[in-house]
């Protein structure tokens, strides 16, 4: 596609659901890239992937978060059993080696 | 590690006057720079960015940036505000080439004051 496509663009989920994120990237770019955003915070890192390098989990923020990228493309963001805290914007872009971040529009996680 | 600071959370500035949105940095390496943009309820797009070579980096919409190694700054500037450049800006920095993990800033929010 023309961009970095991300769904869904809005969940809301009950506390203690689970509940998985979905990223494609813009084809052909190698890494890949989820952040978090919450009301009146900047943008938080939570993981990287880059090639067939192993990922970059150092700012997934607890053991309930994971993520992977198969085939070197789309990425799934899943988190078990969803705190009011998860509840955030969780952006996702991608980027070709030494060039910019191309970001999708997000999904916006509601946790009731 | 690398840190990237944003000095004043909300600026407000009248249409037609100067832009001036502070970052400093901190990094190990030599750093990338950028600066990107976020329109209300829209991702984020890029405005510029720093690699190597020249320090002023002109991008899109009219803004600017100058690289200071010397003061570890990559402030942002526009010589006359609009009316459509309010919105939050983030400043970013990575390791470049191999590690394009960017670390940004918490962000200004600009309001243009008509």
């Known amino acids: 596609g023309a961009g970095v496509s991300q769904s869904p663009s809005n969940k809301v989920t009950e506390k203690g659901k689970d509940v998985e994120l979905r990223c494609d990237p813009i084809?052909?770019?190698?890494?890949l890239y989820w952040y978090r955003q919450s009301l009146g915070q900047g943008l938080e890192f939570l993981i990287y992937?880059?090639?067939?390098?192993?990922?970059?989990k150092s700012g997934l923020p607890s053991d309930r978060f994971s993520a992977e990228r198969t085939g070197g493309s789309v990425s799934t963001l899943t988190i078990q059993r969803t705190q009011q805290e998860d509840s955030a914007v969780y952006l996702c872009?991608?980027?070709?080696?030494?060039?910019?971040?191309?970001f999708g529009q997000g999904t916006r996680l509601t946790v009731v | 590690a690398q840190s990237v600071t944003q000095l004043g959370s909300h600026v407000s500035v009248s249409e037609g006057a100067l832009v001036l949105l502070r970052c400093n940095y901190s990094?190990?390496?030599?750093?990338?720079l950028f600066w990107y943009v976020q329109y209300p309820n829209q991702g984020l797009q890029l405005l510029l960015k720093?690699?190597?070579?020249?320090?002023l980096v002109k991008g899109i919409n009219g803004f600017e940036a100058e690289f200071k190694k010397s003061e570890t700054s990559f402030h942002l500037t526009k010589p006359s505000a609009h009316m459509s450049d309010a919105a939050e800006y983030f400043c970013a920095v990575s390791k470049g080439f191999g590690n394009e993990k960017l670390t940004f800033g918490t962000g200004t929010r600009l309001t243009i004051i008509p």
């Open positions: 720093y690699t190597t070579g020249a320090t």
């Open positions: 872009a991608s980027s070709l080696r030494s060039t910019e971040a191309f």
């Open positions: 084809s052909g770019h190698t890494a």
């Open positions: 992937f880059q090639g067939n390098s192993a990922p970059d």
């Open positions: 990094s190990s390496v030599p750093p990338y």
